[in-house]
């Protein structure tokens, strides 16, 4: 909502308190969340718009992981560095020389890992000023993973043994590392 009520846009929370909001601040206004949590409504500022900044939009699209980045300042994304690493490793790394104010680059999720990617957008002194995590998972990678156990009933203390059976995508048999965890 915008700060004299009007709603502006919508968001959904998808799992475990992550969602997404689509929502291009207007210069000078102020919004708010409103919220439902347990039959009560709570309101929730957003920071203050910046009149000048940078953004990193990124979607999945496909195969691909598409990053747009855009700027509003004068100079553009001049001398401003971005880089996108996983697990350590550089994945992707870009200094900019022109005075383009957007740019958009496609990393291909099959050239990647699983698991987490941290893009920053640095200018040219150093300082991080725009940041997206994003998660890839290749279908490629997906294990199907089924349990047998050698008994059906328990009593406390026995002996239990399990056969994990564990396929990739296309049925193949494969390998890899787990950890269990016993509760009752």
Request: net charge positive.
């Amino acid at each position: 909502y915008d700060g004299k009520g009007n709603k502006v846009s919508n968001f959904k929370i998808y799992k475990d308190g992550l969602g997404i909001l689509a929502l291009t601040p207007k210069k000078g206004k102020r919004y708010y969340a409103s919220i439902i949590i347990n039959g009560g409504e709570e309101h929730y500022q957003m920071p203050k718009a910046n009149t000048e900044g940078f953004s990193i939009n990124a979607v999945k699209n496909g195969d691909n992981l598409l990053i747009h980045l855009t700027s509003t300042y004068e100079t553009g994304r001049k001398g401003t560095f971005l880089v996108a690493h996983q697990r350590g490793e550089i994945v992707f790394q870009n200094f900019e020389r022109n005075v383009n104010s957007k740019h958009s680059i496609i990393l291909e999720t099959n050239q990647l890992s699983d698991g987490v990617i941290h893009v920053t957008l640095f200018v040219s002194f150093g300082n991080p000023v725009s940041e997206r995590l994003l998660f890839v998972q290749n279908p490629e990678n997906k294990i199907n993973l089924s349990i047998e156990k050698d008994k059906r009933i328990l009593s406390t203390r026995q002996k239990l043994t399990l056969n994990l059976n564990i396929v990739d995508y296309q049925g193949n048999k494969t390998s890899g590392d787990f950890s269990l965890a016993v509760r009752d």
